[in-house]
């Protein structure tokens, strides 16, 4: 390995590093609500089946690849001269450079609220100046301040950059170290106070009880066995850090000696348990202010920005005198999680850069790309942060005019739906699937498991077990998650027509040509070798 890059000062500090990447907004925002609307109990055993047979699958892929080369995604993939699926390492970088234009908005924006509460800690805002701390007021006034929003994103990338501009162990596995003890304990604290709220039991129905969801009146229908499949595969994906590259720049600093599979383990299981807990300290604390303030369950706010930042704030503020207090623990938290993320992501951008002079010869200096890198990043993200989920006139669809020619679609909303569709809807799926059919069918799975074996022989179960994972399961899972996104964000809101046949075509149509190529090329590769 290439000793310059600098390496994990433990297994346990890596370990931290990667459950914090994993452990994020969407842990919060998205598990919780998906598992309640989506069948309770069956769908966790749902995404647990998901999260082993492809989340752990392709977790392990990606840092068995970055320990191989030892570079990051970008490197990595460089390095497989003779593949047809290099080119994937372009998506590598694209999807966490576009992530964080959206995700240190939404850093800032915790800062914000974090702000918010401090200041009725500290002046009691409601009860001396008269102002009414409602959720969706405060939000509305805080995405119509472009100003504010853009700051506040300045303060939260300032903040990730004096943590990346060290190397790995001093930097991100000391922030993580700390950081992650500290989030387990504030999500402890909040979920005592969430479960003595009167009403409480009614949110754990929500989230465990099967067709509760339905029963109760939170929504109108239960989605169909398919549709449950694919919300839990995406939820999977996108809480574990995958195919964004971060685990394989991950895995480039991990000793030679360390056991791959347990950590997978380790990290898929806490990120679980987390997703868990926080819907455990959220969603009953939101469900007993509906039931104290006379609410219908259907018009409670369970998931996304509205959960965070409209529901949750009318918590706190319905709380009385400690109020203030659980909010500023609650946003805490959440600013943790949402920092743990992002370093992840910039460290992909940093490692790429390192990489890409290193190849070359030249030896640059991290604080100094770490600096450029967030400058870059502060720039896109100037640009989600004044739009303000679609507030301020400069959505995309305000600036084509999109709308008028009907194709009106939810990425045209507002510039932060945009760069989530083409990262989260098309470059990450695309990415798994293409890289799974590298593996499995053109370089072969013995290729990995030989780095993830650490040279031995390896259990035959557990080698037959990657194996048909690798080479059917993932590509399949994957195709249906790269249809469901491209359907979700293709789909008129006023109906019109269905576009839902197309995607399948597209994401099929890539099945196949991939599987082909990487077959086709897999043969080459074994001629050449012999
Ligand atoms: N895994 C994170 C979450 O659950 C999401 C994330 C996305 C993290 C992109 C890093 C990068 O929210």
Redesign the pocket.
Known sequence: MNNKRGSWGSNIGFMMAAVG????????W?FPYKMGKSGGFTFLIAYLCLAVAVGFVILLSELALGRRFGYGAFGAYNQLKNSRFKWIRWLAVLS?FL?LSF?SVLGGHCIQYLSLNLAELSFGLQNHYGIILEGSTTFGAMLTKPLGCVVFTLMFLTLCYLINRSDVAKGIEKFNKIGMPALFFMLVIFIVRTLTMEGAVEGLKFMFVPGYAVEAGFISETPGFISVLGTAGGQMF????LA?G?MITYGSYVHKEENLKKSSIIIVVS?TIV?LMAGVAVIPAAVALAIASGMEYSEISLSGPKLLFVTLQDVFSDMGTLGPLFGVIFYMLVLL?AIS??I??IEVLIAFFLDSAHEKGHQSNRSKVAFWVCVVVMLEATLVAACGMGSNGIAPANLFSWTETGIYAQWNDCWLDFMDFISEGVAMPLGAMLMALMIGWELKPDFMLDEVNNGKEGGKFFNGFYTVCIKFIVPIVMASILAGMLKENLTPYNGGYSVTTICYVIAIAALIIGFIVAVKNGKKIEDSEK
């Not at 996108?238 to 850090?241: A, D, G, I, K, V």
């Open positions: 990447s994993a452990v994020g907004l969407g842990n919060i998205g966490p992530i995700y996108f809480s574990l850090s964004m971060i990120d997703a999680a993320s992002s992840s992501l």
